[in-house]
């Protein structure tokens, strides 16, 4: 990448995502309870907060451009940054895609903005299309995601999140699958 690409990248980063810490880092994992298990071990005085997200509790859900059927349950830990652990459960999504191609492991990095709206437009802007996102997750029907292919630049996607005000409560800890 050359000096103008660098700076147009800065550019478009900090339009978006005002690019300059990393709020959340995301591996895929086979089996959430397994990985609680292990990831443990590095926050044992943090308590995980668990989400299955899917058509039931997301509007908008939307893969490549098309309206999507996927669902992921997750759990999240800590913070600057917060870890997240993703569980794909139906398909298709930009999670099986990933998988398919590199196995599990790490997948994206998150930053919280004030709005997905703007972020989204921001990017599609630049010329980085929405790759998967979802909408009204909280309580109150705000909050949404949105993904983006960065894999040539970075090795993996980044996530646009705005955060919902108020959060459904935590589903109880996966126990690992056998």
């Not at 397994?34 to 990831?39: C, D, L, N, S, T």
């Not at 039931?56 to 669902?71: A, I, K, Q, T």
């Not at 870890?83 to 930009?94: D, R």
């Not at 980044?158 to 959060?167: D, K, M, N, S």
């Amino acid at each position: 990448m050359n000096h103008t690409s660098d700076t147009q990248l800065a550019a478009t980063l900090q339009s978006a995502i005002g690019a300059g810490r990393v709020d959340q880092v995301a591996f895929l994992v086979e089996d959430l309870g397994v990985a609680i298990g292990r990831w443990s071990a590095l926050h044992r005085d943090e308590t995980w907060r668990i989400y299955t997200y899917g058509l039931d509790n997301v509007e908008n859900l939307r893969y490549h451009g098309e309206p999507g059927r996927f669902s992921m349950r997750l759990a999240l830990i800590g913070h600057s940054p917060q870890i997240e652990l993703i569980q794909p459960l139906a398909g298709p999504s930009i999670y099986h895609d990933w998988i398919a191609r590199h196995g599990y492991g790490l997948h994206h990095f998150g930053f919280f903005v004030p709005s997905i709206a703007d972020a989204v437009a921001r990017f599609e802007a630049a010329g980085h299309p929405t790759i998967q996102s979802g909408s009204g997750y909280g309580l109150d029907g705000d909050g949404g995601f949105a993904y983006f292919d960065f894999e040539d630049i970075y090795g993996i996607h980044l996530e646009a999140i705005e955060v919902p005000a108020r959060r459904r409560p935590s589903e109880p800890l996966p126990e690992p699958r056998d």
